[in-house]
T-cell receptor, first 116, second 108 residues
Framework: DSGVTQTPKHLITATGQRVTLRCSPRSGDLSVYWYQQSLDQGLQFLIQYYNGEERAKGNILERFSAQQFPDLHSELNLSSLELGDSALYFC???????????????FGPGTRLLVL | GQQLNQSPQSMFIQEGEDVSMNCTSSSIFNTWLWYKQDPGEGPVLLIALYKAGELTSNGRLTAQFGITRKDSFLNISASIPSDVGIYFCAGGYNKLIFGAGTRLAVHP
């Protein structure tokens, strides 16, 4: 158990709908990262938050948005869903030390999204 | 920007065989990490390396941080069926990037 929790575990929805994925980082971690993994693909970095502020952006679509709340949990919002958005969505967290360093990330169990 | 190449893409081996996979980067890294992902699950950290030349073991797994700081390898000795999965390397200097993964299949 990494200490990172994600809900829900599974999500089935229809095209055009909007969903929210939730992540709670490990106790004490300030940074949260979101990744998308399509079938048999690698991990695509979407976005990072540090202590409530957006820190880095990857290949995140404009239809997707995220935020990190004062209690440090994070939500990823996916809107106007398309069939191609079906994937595993992972959250990871790290300590969030200041300065430049590639910190060790700990992953949650993921949310499997199926868009029909 | 930073680029990371992981090889091989996939491996199919017999139980009991040793396995080796590696990652190379286009620039110097200060961190190398190795993760394993079981189907439908989140990646689990296996080994973390923070110093050039560092050699670290975790059971039957051994990983090394290359002395050039541009590569790392992971070895699995005496493979067993539960070693099946996708192994990701990750590394970086000011941010972490992930390799595309090595898919390992073990035939009993």
């Amino acid at each position: 158990d990494s200490g990172v929790t994600q809900t829900p575990k599974h999500l089935i929805t229809a095209t055009g709908q909007r969903v929210t994925l939730r992540c709670s980082p490990r106790s004490g971690d300030l940074s949260v990262y979101w990744y998308q993994q399509s079938l048999d693909q690698g991990l695509q970095f979407l976005i990072q938050y540090y202590n409530g502020e957006e820190r880095a952006k990857g290949n995140i679509l404009e239809r997707f948005s995220a935020q990190q709340f004062p209690d440090l949990h994070s939500e990823l919002n996916l809107s106007s869903l398309e069939l191609g958005d079906s994937a595993l969505y992972f959250c990871a967290s790290s300590v969030g030390l200041a300065g430049f360093s590639a910190e060790t990330q700990y992953f949650g169990p993921g949310t499997r999204l199926l868009v029909l | 920007g930073q680029q990371l190449n992981q090889s091989p893409q996939s491996m199919f081996i017999q139980e009991g065989e040793d396995v080796s996979m590696n990652c190379t980067s286009s620039s110097i890294f200060n961190t190398w990490l190795w993760y394993k992902q079981d189907p439908g699950e989140g990646p689990v950290l296996l080994i973390a390396l923070y110093k050039a030349g560092e050699l670290t073991s975790n059971g039957r797994l051994t990983a090394q941080f290359g002395i050039t700081r541009k590569d790392s390898f992971l070895n699995i000795s005496a493979s067993i069926p539960s070693d099946v999965g996708i192994y990701f390397c990750a590394g970086g200097y000011n941010k972490l990037i992930f390799g595309a993964g090595t898919r390992l299949a073990v035939h009993p």
